[in-house]
């Protein structure tokens, strides 16, 4: 080997190995830019727009990849060619409905936490003087019914979903909407599959699969809820999230692995687009447990570089993502006796099959 070439070899490594650094940092900034509003003051948000040139589009074509990428290996495990794919089609299961017992346990020490810290149900949703006792009633009310009948709790997730528009506005409540909406749903639904109580008071839903529609109900919820953050934090009000990298210019790290042209508003850009993109994928069920792995070390890596305020308003997706992770694909390929092999019939026109 000449000299030449082990300079062109060293090289390359070297690129593949800042490449590789460039996408774990990007994770972890991308998540922990989520929910820029519980690290800023947005009372003086600046008004800035993107300028589409080489970067933003090379930003549109990463994520369009991704998205192929995610289309061919979904594909890919749907069709069980491999002892690999049989893995990731199948659901992974704890004991006695371990999962929600996990996601309910994560809510309530979330509320817990946010008695303890004066906030109601989030680090940025700080209620007003005169319904402060309000919102400590329907904290600790949500905690002790959770114990009893996650169905109740689930009711009173739904109600809180509506109730925070009317308190902090659309601005802000659009912000939570859809992952408290989307809880709520699911416990009500999971609730007389795990609670005894819960069968007794709603004994006209025995007997229906209410464990997928609570799964399908989840899904939703963070999918679009991961699509409203990057919308309307960054590609549609980008400047919220210029004025987080502003003040905390580590978390750009494509500047700091050698790439100075890549300013902070295309980052916002950047991160926007895959925040979306993710959530999409969540929402149409596409590569359900691999999205779900992804954004889980996303989220436990940025609990670790942003600190206990990350953690608090994170659990319970960490508990709605531990489900996504152990029931897997949204539906199963099925087996053609004509030929042997397996054909995808997810295309199916089932709406319910389709959807969960």
Aim: glycine residues 8%.
């Amino acid at each position: 080997m000449c000299f030449g070439e082990v300079a062109v070899s060293t090289a390359n490594r070297h690129m593949l190995k800042k490449a590789m650094i460039a996408i774990g940092l990007f994770l972890v900034s991308f998540a922990t830019t989520a929910h820029v509003r519980w690290f800023v003051d947005a009372s003086e948000i600046p008004q800035v727009q993107f300028e589409y040139d080489f970067i933003t589009y090379l930003t549109i074509f990463g994520a369009i990849s991704y998205c192929i990428f995610i289309f061919w290996l979904n594909r890919l495990v749907t069709l069980e060619r491999s002892n690999f794919a049989k893995s990731l089609n199948r659901p992974w299961l704890l004991p006695a409905n371990g999962g929600w017992y996990v996601l309910i346990a994560l809510l309530s020490i979330t509320l817990i936490l946010c008695l303890l810290l004066g906030e109601f149900l989030a680090p940025n949703l700080l209620l007003p003087y005169n319904l402060t006792m309000l919102g400590l009633v329907l904290q600790a009310a949500v905690i002790v019914i959770l114990a009893v009948s996650p169905a109740l709790a689930g009711v009173g997730l739904v109600f809180v979903s509506f109730l925070i528009f009317s308190i902090f506005g659309v601005n802000l409540a659009i912000d939570y909407f859809f992952e408290f909406l989307g809880v709520g749903i699911a416990l009500i639904l999971i609730g007389p599959v795990i609670s005894n109580f819960d069968r007794k008071i709603l004994p006209k839903l025995t007997g229906i699969d209410l464990e997928r529609y609570a799964f399908l109900s989840l899904r939703l919820g963070l999918g679009f809820q991961l699509m409203v953050l990057g919308i309307h934090n960054k590609l549609y009000e980008p400047g919220i999230s210029l004025l987080f990298l502003e003040q905390h210019s580590h978390f750009n790290f494509m500047q700091l692995v050698g790439f100075k042209s890549f300013s902070h508003l295309d980052f916002v850009f950047a991160a926007g687009l895959f925040e979306f993109t993710f959530g999409l994928l969540v929402a149409m069920g596409l590569g359900t447990r691999l999205v779900a792995l992804t954004l889980a070390l996303v989220f436990t890596l940025t609990t670790i570089v942003a600190g206990v305020e990350e953690l608090v308003g994170h659990m319970p997706i960490f508990g709605v993502l531990l489900i996504l992770i152990l029931k897997g694909p949204a539906h199963s390929a099925r087996k053609s006796k004509s030929n042997g092999h397996v054909k995808d019939r997810t295309l199916v026109p089932n709406l319910s099959r389709r959807l969960v």
